[in-house]
């Protein structure tokens, strides 16, 4: 079954820590993007990467960070840096062509 | 600055009716749009499309309408179902990157 898998669900953790959230894909698509949706919100883009060992910046990118060390795999850090990180958090691919990106299921952090 | 935005948070429709899903975007340049449904509590899934070279597109009881040059383009659901209750989000893709703008989404309630 081809699909993006996006672990944990649900993530807790202290003020202060770094955290890392899982996204593979078995696709083999070529990009992969992470948003965060807040509550009344749209989507917003914080990275998106197109090609293995490469990723650009999206609109809300402080206090994360991400690696694209493999084509299936996209992780994303949210860091101490990050002011408000209590989101819902999710990874999407696609290839370069225009079609639409397919998501995760998304995984819920909350910062206690 | 929001480049997609939708208007309408909420929408109620009853079982059977049409259901009319408005979003209007500002920059030009993008050249393909989508509608994603979204449950809570999970990811986004891909509902229809549509390009920016045409006006139309139908998929079953779903149809998406482009007007390019009124920046604006709807979804039609008919006839609208209970399991339609959701939240809707378009999207709209850049010509010249890979990245997605997503609208605020609006929630759709089909009363039985």
């Known amino acids: 079954d081809g699909g993006i898998t996006q672990s944990p669900k649900y993530l807790f953790r202290k003020e202060g820590q770094n955290v890392t959230l899982s996204c593979e894909q078995n696709l083999n698509h070529d990009a992969m993007y992470w948003y965060r949706q807040d509550p009344g919100q749209g989507l917003r883009l914080i990275y998106y990467?197109?090609?293995?060992?490469?990723?650009q910046k999206g609109d809300i990118a402080e206090g994360y960070s991400v690696s694209r060390e493999k084509k299936e795999s996209f992780p994303l850090t949210v860091t101490s840096a990050q002011k408000n990180p209590t989101a819902f958090y999710l990874c999407?691919?696609?290839?370069?062509?225009?079609?639409?990106?397919?998501f995760g299921q998304g995984t819920r952090l909350t910062v206690v | 600055d929001q480049q997609v935005k939708q208007n309408s948070p909420s929408l109620s429709v009853q079982e059977g009716r049409i259901s009319i899903l408005n979003c209007d975007y500002t920059n030009s340049m993008f050249d393909y749009f989508l509608w994603y449904k979204k449950y809570p509590a999970e990811g986004p899934t891909f509902l229809i499309s549509i390009s920016s070279i045409k006006d139309k597109n139908e998929d079953g009881r779903f149809t998406v309408f482009l007007n390019k040059s009124a920046k604006h383009l709807s979804l039609h659901i008919v006839p609208s179902q209970p399991g339609d209750s959701a939240v809707y989000f378009c999207a709209a893709r850049g010509y010249t990157g890979n990245q997605f703008y997503f609208g605020t989404g609006t929630s759709l309630t089909v009363i039985p």
């Open positions: 999407a691919s696609n290839n370069r062509a225009p079609t639409e990106a397919f």
């Open positions: 990467s197109q090609i293995v060992n490469d990723f």
